[in-house]
């Protein structure tokens, strides 16, 4: 009685191990059958079995399995977090989630109660001229235009209070104006001493008769006649174009290496912003500026003075009055 009873409990173990083997289809077609180690068979390196005879096979990749054993792997707990990315989800699945995707990214806007309008922009000529770029561009070419008329007025001998004016209130217009216009000519210092005195009223009063029984008053003495010198010249700016061509034309014997008989007891004065300066010939001229040899005791320096700064150039006899 009991040699069959373990003949019987000997077929149900065989026939619950065939019961719980596993059959693994691959992807080239071979099978993989065995028993499933439970915490051991799947990994993430592949699933391993226990086959028929006692031993263990090798671990098969998961990428190797086919579709279908795959599809029938995700109902296994331990196989499910290596199988499920290699699965493909189902068209229907894939639509859904697209859907929900859709439908996220979806703005809705909803209305604003009591929401304020935004004002109408201005025109594009009205937002230029309030810009801040525009108002400085606008205050450069203002005062260019101001100085550029100051340097017109001095190049064509007109007075600067009338350029300047003018091309305050046409800024360009009036500077480019006075430049098409000839250049006034220069007054002789005779012309400047006439109207000088013609503004100061110094015109002589004439003589009243004298009675007839008055006597005649007597003679009066010449005083002594004092040394002659030769005119002082005053050269003003505004009165003339101090340049290079200034100096060469009016100044062409101080600029020799050695003076005349006639130019060794002249003395030139230059005012200029620096200062003045008194000296006896100049020693070189550049296009920009000129070099004035001044007497420093027994020897002599070189000054430079650009002729933008010049002022006034006077040439005078060294015993002479200043004017």
Same mark, same amino acid.
């Given at each position: 009685m009991?040699?069959?009873?373990?003949i019987?409990?000997?077929?149900?173990?065989? @026939?619950?191990?065939?019961?719980?083997?596993?059959?693994?289809v691959?992807?080239?077609?071979?099978? =993989?059958v065995?028993?499933?180690?439970?915490?051991?068979?799947? !990994?993430?390196?592949?699933?391993?079995?226990?086959?028929?005879?006692?031993?263990?096979?090798?671990? $098969?990749?998961?990428?190797?399995?086919?579709?279908? %054993?795959l599809?029938?792997?995700?109902?296994?707990?331990?196989?499910r977090?290596?199988? /499920?990315?290699?699965?493909?989800?189902?068209?229907?699945?894939?639509?859904i $989630?697209?859907?929900?995707?859709?439908?996220?990214?979806?703005i809705?806007?909803?209305?604003?109660p009591?929401?304020?309008?935004?004002?109408?922009?201005?025109?594009?000529?009205?937002?230029? @001229?309030?810009?801040?770029?525009?108002?400085?561009?606008f205050?450069?070419?203002?005062?260019?235009?101001?100085?550029?008329?100051?340097?017109?007025?001095?190049?064509?001998?007109r007075?600067?209070?009338?350029?300047?004016?003018? *091309?305050? $209130?046409?800024?360009?217009?009036?500077?480019?104006?006075? #430049? #098409?216009?000839?250049? *006034?000519?220069?007054?002789?210092?005779?012309?400047?001493?006439?109207?000088?005195?013609?503004?100061?009223?110094?015109? &002589?009063? /004439?003589?009243?008769?004298?009675?007839?029984?008055?006597?005649?008053?007597?003679?009066?003495?010449? +005083?002594?006649?004092?040394?002659?010198?030769?005119?002082?010249?005053?050269?003003?700016r505004?009165q003339?174009?101090? !340049?290079?061509?200034?100096?060469e %034309?009016?100044? @062409?014997?101080? =600029?020799?290496? $050695?003076?005349?008989?006639?130019?060794?007891?002249?003395?030139?004065?230059?005012?200029? +912003?620096?200062?003045?300066?008194?000296?006896?010939?100049?020693?070189?001229?550049?296009? !920009?500026?000129?070099?004035? #040899?001044?007497?420093?005791?027994?020897?002599?320096? /070189?000054?430079?003075?650009p002729?933008? /700064?010049? %002022?006034?150039?006077? #040439?005078?006899?060294?015993?002479?009055?200043? &004017?």
């Amino acid at each position: 009685m009991r040699r069959w009873f373990y003949i019987g409990l000997l077929w149900c173990v065989a @026939a619950f191990g065939l019961a719980a083997a596993e059959t693994f289809v691959l992807s080239d077609g071979s099978t =993989l059958v065995g028993d499933l180690i439970p915490r051991s068979s799947f !990994n993430r390196d592949g699933v391993m079995v226990k086959t028929p005879d006692g031993k263990f096979s090798r671990r $098969v990749p998961y990428k190797q399995l086919s579709k279908e %054993t795959l599809q029938r792997l995700l109902s296994h707990p331990e196989a499910r977090p290596f199988v /499920e990315p290699l699965v493909e989800p189902p068209p229907e699945a894939i639509q859904i $989630v697209e859907e929900t995707k859709r439908e996220n990214r979806e703005i809705k806007v909803k209305p604003v109660p009591n929401k304020l309008e935004m004002p109408a922009a201005p025109p594009k000529f009205i937002a230029l @001229a309030y810009s801040p770029v525009t108002l400085l561009l606008f205050i450069l070419i203002y005062g260019g235009s101001i100085y550029g008329a100051y340097e017109i007025a001095i190049f064509k001998n007109r007075p600067a209070w009338l350029v300047c004016g003018t *091309a305050a $209130v046409l800024p360009v217009l009036g500077a480019v104006l006075f #430049l #098409l216009l000839p250049a *006034a000519p220069v007054k002789s210092q005779e012309q400047l001493a006439a109207e000088a005195a013609a503004a100061e009223g110094a015109q &002589p009063a /004439e003589a009243e008769p004298l009675p007839e029984d008055m006597p005649p008053p007597p003679p009066e003495e010449e +005083a002594p006649a004092g040394p002659q010198y030769p005119p002082t010249q005053v050269f003003a700016r505004g009165q003339f174009i101090i !340049n290079r061509r200034f100096f060469e %034309t009016k100044f @062409a014997p101080y =600029l020799k290496p $050695v003076l005349g008989d006639e130019e060794k007891d002249m003395q030139i004065i230059v005012r200029s +912003a620096r200062g003045e300066y008194t000296g006896q010939k100049f020693s070189k001229i550049t296009p !920009n500026e000129i070099y004035l #040899l001044v007497a420093k005791g027994p020897a002599t320096e /070189e000054i430079k003075l650009p002729f933008i /700064e010049i %002022t006034e150039v006077i #040439l005078k006899h060294k015993d002479a009055p200043m &004017p």
